[in-house]
């Protein structure tokens, strides 16, 4: 009997107050089925290397796991190191930077025991209303983004650790974000073949393990209008036949509403694998999506033979991955490195640095509340840290200078792209007083530095490209030596 449950990537989460041991259940269930690997979300470094070893002793068959590690392994999990996102560091123009990020994030992934990072995005950042890419691609010039996708892919698979390109055949056009809705790409067959697949082909030229497919419907690849992740027409004619790739296929998660509209979660699972998926993410109720895909086997609507060929590519990757081991792992160097790196990337995006005398009032403004998870303290920690004195306020008495701490970024659910009217009324409002006041005013961006155009009352701006606990201690750092 086919094992479909090896077909299936269901995610673990950690919890700040009990760590993974609110999962346990559904963790042990997962395993009892025969998963055929697992995508952790969030985790501190120990607890990981723990949680990691203990599904492999535990596991029938080799697991592949995996994390979303696009700005380093920090980006999951506490104690490693957080890098800036993929634009930032190809701003800079130094290839050597793109394959020393990828093989940092490796390595630091290999040593918790995660051997699949779902990176890097290929998608172009070809459209600026788009809500979900933006920074996280390397850039809108398919040359210079298909030359650091294949930099980084074989950096990080150098180390043991599979890539994955995504999210194919491209979501860098989109205005929609697909964790809301189906996105519809109307470009052209030309367009879409000469410049948004240019990254994906460079990554399976370079040999990349995995591709990552997107939840975004493409009616100039597929007139049927279904998603990428459930059409046969991309996945099988134009990715297996034309770009002939022959490694692993795994979906987008099956919790996003752009796979999901007008089915359920079963069903999407089931048109994912006859779609052409070896793999499926993050779907919720796995004993449902077992049963829906033994139901589909015995009406005989799969290929049994290509199904065999999914698990054994989920194998073959599986058997590949490096195990865990301290062979490689990091040096004191490499972390310096990463720190510098998102040192490097923080610019001023408008006006100059004030030199800056005496307190200083720090404003925070957080256009992203209603959607982020991310603390927002570490910037003014850090220069606490280092020696300035900050003043929360408003404006307020005894500051000499007034620093605004904006965050806005490009977030799941998010739902749109820019600063609210009232972030923008409030940081004019925050300008005005302190120029009134005679204080000179920096507003330190940590966001997209596109967005800072909105920003029209506003004489210096610096961008941190991201809101992250990197970017903030990064940006705090930079602005001791530029101002303080």
């Known amino acids: 009997m086919i094992a479909y449950a090896q077909m299936l990537i269901p995610t673990i989460w ?9 999962a346990k259940p559904r963790t042990d269930a997962a395993l009892a089925l025969g998963v055929g690997g697992f995508i952790l979300r969030g985790g501190e470094r120990e607890a990981v290397r723990a949680l990691t070893k203990e599904l492999r002793q535990r596991s029938r068959i080799p697991l592949l796991i995996a994390a979303d590690m696009e700005r380093g392994a920090g980006e999951q999990f506490v104690g490693a190191t957080g890098l800036p996102p993929l634009g930032a560091i190809a701003s800079l123009g130094d290839i050597d930077a793109i394959r020393r990020a990828a093989r940092l994030t490796a390595r630091e992934a290999r040593t918790m025991g995660v051997n699949w990072d779902f990176a890097p995005v290929c998608d172009l950042d070809l459209e600026t209303n788009n809500p979900i890419v933006g ?8 040359v210079r983004a298909s030359e650091c996708a294949a ?10 650790v599979l890539a994955c390109a995504k999210h194919f055949p491209g979501h860098g056009r989109t205005e929609v974000d697909s964790h809301c809705a189906l996105p519809v790409v109307r470009a052209s067959s030309e367009a879409l073949t000469d410049i948004d697949l240019a990254p994906f082909r460079a990554a399976i030229a370079t040999g990349v393990a995995s591709l990552m497919t997107a939840h975004v419907a493409y009616p100039a690849l597929d007139s049927t209008g279904q998603p990428a992740t459930l059409s046969r027409e991309i996945l099988h004619w134009l990715l297996r036949q034309r770009l002939k790739f022959d490694g692993l296929v795994i979906s987008d998660a099956m919790t996003m509403a752009g796979v999901r509209e007008g089915r359920d979660e079963a069903a999407a699972v089931v048109e994912a694998i006859r779609a052409g998926c070896d793999l499926v993410l993050d779907p919720v109720d796995l004993p449902s999506a077992i049963a829906a895909l033994e139901t589909a086997a015995k009406d005989r609507r799969f290929d049994d033979e290509k199904v065999h060929q999914s698990l054994r590519r989920r194998l073959k990757w599986a058997q590949w991955a490096s195990p865990p081991n301290e062979y490689r792992r990091p040096s004191l160097t490499d972390l310096a490195w990463g ?3 998102a040192e490097r990337v923080v610019h001023v995006v408008r006006g100059s640095v004030p030199r800056f005398t005496g307190p200083l009032d720090l404003m925070v403004i957080d ?4 959607v982020s998870r991310s603390t927002r303290d570490y910037f ?3 220069l606490r840290s280092a020696g300035v004195q900050v003043l929360p306020g408003e404006n307020g008495a005894g500051a000499n200078a007034v620093l605004v701490a904006l965050f806005g970024d490009l977030t799941a659910g998010r739902g749109r792209v820019g600063y609210a009217p009232e972030t923008l009324a409030a940081i004019a409002a925050t300008c005005r007083e302190a120029e009134a006041k005679g204080r000179p005013t920096l507003v330190v961006q940590f966001g997209p530095p596109r967005w800072a155009s909105a920003l029209i009352d506003t004489p210096n701006i610096v961008s941190a490209w991201g809101g992250d606990r990197t970017m903030q201690t990064a940006a705090a750092r930079w602005l001791k030596r530029a101002a303080l």
């Open 135 to 142: 920074t996280r691609a390397f850039g809108a010039d398919p």
């Open 14 to 22: 950690w919890d700040e107050k009990t760590g993974f041991a609110g």
């Open 380 to 382: 003014a920690a850090s």
């Open 367 to 370: 256009d992203d509340h209603a």
């Open 339 to 341: 720190d510098q790196l």
């Open 151 to 160: 930099e980084w892919i074989a950096a990080c698979q150098s180390e043991g």
